[in-house]
């Protein structure tokens, strides 16, 4: 079945400080594989989007690696702002007729306290 | 920056009544999704669609419900019959080319089913 598995479910650090969030998969066939950032209520922004090829990637204070080897992924937020605070949801694309079908994760929600 | 509309933010509706859920995606995108999050959960994928056919669609995109492009710039998602548990945060996304383009995601439809 086609999972994807985040942790931790949520986590509080104070800001300044970093922070890394965990992914598993288990996605075939493989295409890609995403980060998005979700402010409650609203809809998800992309971070990241790597390859099985790729893996490191990053996005101002965002880095995500992947490991296609053993299907994790993590998110490393660098110097957190209060801004960062919301749902943080590693996404996988599966390989399906030419389009893209995203299997989501639950999210971790990062709160960021002052 | 090009992004995707959603119409309305928030639908309130009665049980067993018909909703029209609007999206206006990026101009130059050929590939067109909704996904729903039903609150406190993950975000699932309903439909994709490309050419003006459905290309994929998941077990909830029962015969209830229906997807049309009526004309270049609209893309909507109609419930012919609203249950209870329809209730979720409708998300409209589109992405440029297929599997391995960026999805764009709007900021959400919250249809709420009474």
């Known amino acids: 079945k086609n999972q994807v598995e985040q942790s931790p479910q949520s986590l509080i650090i104070l800001e300044g400080k970093n922070c890394t969030l965990q992914?598993?998969?288990?996605?075939?066939?493989?295409?890609?594989l995403r980060w998005y950032k979700q402010d409650t209520g609203r809809g998800p922004v992309s971070l990241t989007i790597?390859?099985?090829?790729?893996n490191t990637k990053s996005n101002g204070r965002y880095t995500a690696t992947l490991d296609a080897d053993t299907k994790q992924s993590s998110l490393h937020i660098t110097a957190s702002q209060l801004s960062d605070s919301a749902s943080y949801i590693c996404v996988v694309t599966l390989l399906s007729g030419g389009y893209n079908k995203l299997i989501f994760g639950a999210g971790t929600r990062l709160a960021v306290h002052p | 920056e090009p992004e995707v509309t959603q119409t309305p933010s928030h639908q309130v509706t009665q049980m067993g009544q018909e909703v029209i859920l609007r999206c206006v995606p990026i101009?130059?995108?050929?590939?067109f999704y909704w996904y729903r999050q039903i609150l406190g959960q993950k975000v699932e994928f309903l439909v994709s669609f490309y050419n003006n056919e459905i290309s994929e669609k998941s077990e909830i995109f029962d015969d209830q419900f229906s997807v049309e492009r009526p004309d270049g710039s609209n893309f909507t998602l109609k419930i012919r019959s609203t249950k209870l548990e329809d209730s979720a945060m409708y998300f409209c996304?589109?992405?440029?080319?297929?599997?391995?383009?960026?999805?764009?995601f709007g900021q959400g439809t919250r249809l709420t089913v009474v």
């Open positions: 101009s130059n995108h050929l590939y």
């Open positions: 996304a589109s992405s440029e080319h297929g599997q391995g383009s960026e999805a764009f």
């Open positions: 790597m390859t099985f090829s790729e």
């Open positions: 992914c598993n998969y288990t996605v075939s066939p493989f295409s890609n």
